[in-house]
């Protein structure tokens, strides 16, 4: 089994005009920077992309935002792009805006296999238009569908040639579940390392749902909000 | 009139030890500088981390630790580490005790407005559509009126709902006040200088006043 791409261009060479993309992610952390800069060089437009956040001005989908080639973005979380927030307010662009923990969950749902969830989560909202609400003992709830994507491209610590991920502190966020819920999953690694060398206990997400997975070089690893204290 | 920092005081003692607790973004953050030493507190950040610690030392700060507010932050001994997933599990089973988060808007049902104002700000919910439908302890840390100096204690939100019957209790620079179940705001304290009076004249929805109202103790 070696799942193992020379690159981010041969990872997504097959992403095509008009299909709906998940990205890992929270913010800057975890997030595919070397599969987005390559979407990015290959001009592939009117994408769907599913994450939680729609990245910065210069980093991140909101590189995708700059070049107009996402034609809906589905998000928890926006509010750090304003070039998101003036083509949203415009028009321009197409925005599903959804609770954190639904937009998680529906990711869940796909790689486990179930067609939908039920969360409390927008009751009483707009979120909760046109869905379907069932009362489970006395306590609404909606009805959320899984996601069905095309490609999930994904980030982790380390990676072996059969798919195997581990992810570092906070960069694990959204990425293990939109693993699990690609059609195909691409996974970009900042160390590739032998079968064997991940102890099979420590292994977040198995090789089974991984599709190609590759090494980046050269992490920004981008810091939105630099927050520190001073040695006392 | 209490100032942010005051009204972080005042939530940090609405904590009790062993509780695990999630802090929204801008004053809620500031709660956990005021939580004493001698309690176990485990803060809670719906990016996936139980055990969240303070700032790092300058130089120590490490892009992939952050907090939901995309902070640098540091894990303390005994941290865990999760996917978006899991969090919201936990958040949803009721594991998390306390929820504190702001609002733009809240009314005398417990509804609470905060993620958008149409036609000029989209923000997003992020996890606070999440947070408040299935936590049972939910306190607000909010302004009592807006900049123009109009009430966000209301009858009913104007702006889109984040969630509705959800809020306890609110923490403002003027006053501490429960949502009763039955609707209203019921005064409990009064901020240091601040009369019952000015209080009045700062809530537009029912305003629930039993008796003497103690100034609060921070």
């Not at chain 1, 939105?224 to 204290?229: D, G, K, L, P, Y």
């Not at chain 2, 089973?93 to 104002?117: H, P, Q, R, Y």
């Amino acid at each position: 089994m070696n799942k193992v791409v020379s690159g981010a261009d041969e990872a997504i060479r097959d992403i095509k005009d008009g299909m709906t993309l998940m990205l890992g992610g929270f913010g800057m952390c975890g997030l595919p920077e070397k599969c987005i800069l390559a979407l990015v060089k290959k001009g592939v437009k009117d994408l769907t992309c599913i994450s939680n956040n729609a990245g910065v001005d210069d980093f991140g989908i909101g590189l995708l935002l700059h070049q107009r080639q996402v034609k809906k973005m589905i998000a928890s979380y926006v509010g750090e792009n304003a070039i998101f927030e003036s083509q949203l307010l415009s028009g321009e662009l197409e925005v599903e805006l959804i609770p954190q923990g639904t937009l998680a969950t529906r990711c869940m749902a796909a790689g486990y296999g179930m067609p939908a969830i039920f969360t409390p989560a927008g009751i009483g909202t707009e979120v909760a238009i046109g869905k379907e609400v069932r009362n489970f003992n006395g306590k609404d709830y909606l009805m959320e569908m899984a996601f069905d994507a095309d490609f999930a491209i994904v980030k982790a610590w380390k990676g072996d040639r059969m798919g195997n991920l581990v992810y570092r502190s906070t960069a694990r966020n959204f990425n293990p579940v939109m693993a699990m819920a690609g059609k195909i999953t691409i996974a970009e690694v900042e160390e590739l390392v032998e079968p064997g060398e991940l102890d099979p206990d420590h292994i977040h997400t198995p090789g089974i749902y991984v599709h190609r997975i590759f090494q980046g070089e050269n992490y920004e690893k981008r810091i939105e909000q630099r927050t520190v204290r001073k040695k006392e | 009139m209490l100032d942010k920092t005051g009204i972080a005081k005042r939530i940090a003692k609405e904590i009790k030890d062993g509780y695990y607790v999630n802090l929204g973004i801008g004053i809620p953050t500031l709660v956990a500088n005021y939580i004493p030493d001698t309690m176990d507190v485990v803060l809670q950040s719906e990016n996936g981390l139980l055990g969240m610690g303070p700032f790092p030392y300058e130089g120590e700060e490490d892009p992939d630790v952050i907090n939901a507010g995309k902070q640098t932050i540091t894990m303390l001994p005994g941290s865990a580490v999760f996917d978006s997933a899991m969090s919201f599990g936990m958040i949803r089973s009721k594991k998390v005790n306390l929820t504190i988060l702001g609002a733009m808007e809240v009314s005398e049902n417990g509804d609470i407005a905060n993620w958008k104002i149409p036609g000029k700000m989209v923000k997003g919910m992020g996890g606070a559509m999440d947070l408040v439908a299935s936590a049972e302890n939910i306190i607000v840390a909010m302004q009592h009126v807006n900049k123009a100096g109009e009430s966000k204690l209301l009858p009913q939100c104007t702006l889109p709902l984040t969630g509705i019957h959800c809020v306890k209790k609110i923490v403002t620079e003027l006053a501490v006040l429960d949502v009763l179940p039955e609707g209203g705001f019921k005064l409990l304290e009064r901020a240091p200088g601040i009369s019952v009076e000015e209080i009045k004249a700062a809530t537009a929805g029912k305003l629930i006043i039993d008796g003497e109202v103690p100034e609060m103790v921070i």
